[in-house]
């Protein structure tokens, strides 16, 4: 029992000695591995995996195989270790970094990160060794954050006011650059007409966490405008496949007709509810 335990301990010691020579040694040929091309794209919290595999998913024995994953900062140039696992040692240099075990052992390195943060974007570097061989690769992690975005009409806060605004609030989005694009359809014309005046972008702002936020307010004089207007907001941004737009349709007349509709279904009701209530009481 105890020399089995010391046995295997000292084959496990063997392991690690054999791998941390071979991290010194430089790349032979032979062993090669895929990540998943040169930059990979993921969202703010996410959570990642950086792919780093053994083409052909090889069935390989646990004890010969050793993995190293560093990251390259944007801001802080200097190479640190995020993960390590060789012989008996498994390191998690980041909280929750994590290569799984079962999948090494099928030639799959691939580095796990849960809740992925801004400042975590930059170079990657995988260093597996399969004993005798090793092989690394390199790709990087850009994190983005996709805006929230809210299109509404300003409540005009003077009564009687020729004008009228429309806003277009992006939040919290990574990185900073960004395009806002006003367009309007209007009853007559219903194909896209891109506004290019009356329309101001605000100051970029900067949350705690890194992200931004902009607004852009398109001012309108409704009295000029057609009934039935839709404006249109068309945000382009990194972390968009494709532009995303949002519709606001500014009708007055409609606001009213509903208002209108609520209060002769009050007028009607109120009597029938007296009815009720006086036939309850009297009966
Ligand atoms: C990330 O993984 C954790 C468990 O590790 C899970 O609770 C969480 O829902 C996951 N988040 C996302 C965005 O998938
Ligand atoms: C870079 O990161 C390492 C490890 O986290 C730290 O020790 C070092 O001080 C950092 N350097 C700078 C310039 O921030
Ligand atoms: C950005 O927008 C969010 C959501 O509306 C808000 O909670 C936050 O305070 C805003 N940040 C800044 C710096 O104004
Ligand atoms: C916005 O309105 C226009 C015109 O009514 C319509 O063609 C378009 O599909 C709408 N887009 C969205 C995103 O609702």
């Given at each position: 029992?105890?020399?089995?335990?010391?046995?295997?301990?000292?084959?496990g010691?063997?392991?690690?000695?054999?791998?941390?020579?071979?991290?010194?040694?430089?790349?032979?040929?032979?062993?090669?591995?895929?990540?998943?091309?040169?930059?990979?794209?993921?969202f703010?919290?996410?959570?990642?995996t950086?792919?780093?595999?053994?083409?052909?998913?090889?069935?390989l024995d646990?004890?010969t195989?050793?993995?190293?994953?560093?990251?390259?900062n944007?801001?802080?140039?200097?190479?640190?270790?995020?993960?390590?696992?060789?012989?008996?040692?498994v390191?998690?240099?980041?909280?929750?970094?994590?290569?799984p075990?079962?999948?090494?052992?099928?030639?799959d390195?691939?580095?796990?990160?849960?809740?992925?943060?801004?400042?975590?974007?930059?170079?990657?570097?995988?260093?597996?060794?399969v004993?005798?061989?090793?092989a690394?690769?390199?790709?990087?992690?850009?994190?983005v954050?996709?805006?929230?975005?809210?299109?509404?009409v300003?409540?005009?806060?003077v009564?009687?006011?020729?004008?009228?605004?429309?806003?277009?609030?992006?939040?919290?989005f990574y990185?900073?650059?960004?395009?806002?694009?006003?367009?309007?359809?209007?009853?007559?014309?219903s194909?896209f007409?891109?506004?290019?005046?009356?329309?101001?972008?605000g100051?970029?702002?900067?949350?705690?966490?890194?992200?931004?936020n902009?607004?852009?307010?398109?001012t309108?004089k409704?009295?000029?405008?057609?009934?039935?207007?839709?404006?249109?907001?068309?945000?382009?941004?990194?972390?968009?496949?494709?532009?995303?737009?949002?519709?606001?349709?500014l009708?007055e007349?409609?606001?009213?007709?509903?208002?209108f509709?609520?209060?002769?279904f009050?007028?009607?009701?109120?009597?029938?509810?007296?009815?009720?209530?006086?036939?309850?009481l009297?009966?």
């Amino acid at each position: 029992m105890a020399s089995s335990w010391v046995s295997e301990w000292q084959a496990g010691y063997m392991a690690s000695l054999v791998l941390v020579l071979l991290w010194c040694m430089p790349i032979a040929g032979g062993l090669e591995v895929d990540m998943a091309g040169m930059t990979q794209m993921v969202f703010l919290h996410d959570n990642v995996t950086i792919t780093c595999k053994i083409p052909g998913s090889p069935r390989l024995d646990i004890d010969t195989v050793g993995i190293i994953w560093f990251v390259k900062n944007e801001l802080n140039k200097s190479e640190v270790k995020v993960f390590e696992f060789y012989g008996n040692h498994v390191e998690s240099f980041r909280p929750g970094a994590t290569v799984p075990l079962l999948g090494l052992e099928s030639g799959d390195a691939s580095l796990h990160l849960p809740e992925v943060q801004l400042w975590e974007a930059g170079e990657y570097r995988c260093m597996l060794v399969v004993t005798p061989d090793k092989a690394e690769g390199k790709i990087m992690l850009e994190v983005v954050a996709y805006p929230t975005i809210r299109l509404f009409v300003k409540p005009s806060t003077v009564r009687n006011d020729e004008e009228e605004h429309i806003i277009c609030e992006l939040d919290g989005f990574y990185p900073e650059a960004f395009s806002i694009k006003w367009g309007k359809y209007t009853l007559k014309d219903s194909q896209f007409q891109e506004i290019t005046e009356g329309h101001v972008t605000g100051p970029t702002l900067k949350n705690d966490d890194g992200t931004f936020n902009v607004s852009s307010y398109l001012t309108l004089k409704p009295s000029l405008e057609d009934h039935g207007t839709t404006y249109q907001c068309v945000v382009l941004h990194r972390s968009l496949l494709v532009p995303k737009k949002l519709n606001v349709t500014l009708s007055e007349e409609g606001a009213k007709d509903v208002h209108f509709a609520f209060l002769a279904f009050l007028v009607l009701l109120f009597p029938a509810a007296y009815a009720l209530w006086r036939c309850v009481l009297y009966k």
